[in-house]
């Protein structure tokens, strides 16, 4: 029995910890690696609307912060992720709540980012239980879009990084239980 312990005990130690967090019975990896970044996830929200679960998001940063404006502003890679948890995401809803985010946290600049939005929602289509959207943002390359593991494409622009960031950690998030979820709140 004595011996059986000490093996067990020593194959603990010895095997490599993989954390992860779980929200809604969504997993996500506690560290990932981005154009040779690590990135932390920093917090994990769920998005109800009526009552019914339709996404959780996770949020990766290179630090981890409870600001957003530090959330915002931090230097290096960035990535959301998205669980969908409905069929109810059409396309034609998908669009109008990622434009309606846009508009709601970035007015000043919508204009300017309109024609790169309307690009990324075409990335989309129909989002159904199990899909995964991955948004990952690298300062000066740009916002690569990857829907169930297929890279649909790439949005250029650091100031469209910051506004699909602003969607969910900005002054109008799609929930307060998001945003805070997303700051690790």
Known sequence: MRKSAIILVTMLLLTPAVWAETLADV????????????LHLNGMGLRRKLGAKVYVIGLYLAQKTSSADEALNGSGPKRFVLHYLTDQATDKRVDAAWIRGFK????????????????????????????????????????IVTVNGEENGTIEGDDFQAALLRVGIGAKPPSKGVKAGLLGN
Do not use: K
Not at 27 to 38: K, L, N, P, R
Not at 120 to 133: A, Q, T
């Open 27 to 38: 997993t996500m990896a506690d560290e990932i690696v981005v154009a040779d970044t690590t």
């Open 104 to 143: 709601m946290n970035s007015a000043e600049i919508y204009e300017i980012l309109e024609d790169r939005l309307m690009t990324f929602v075409e990335f989309l289509g129909d989002m159904v239980v199990g899909d995964i959207l991955e948004c990952t943002m690298i300062p000066g390359e740009g916002t």
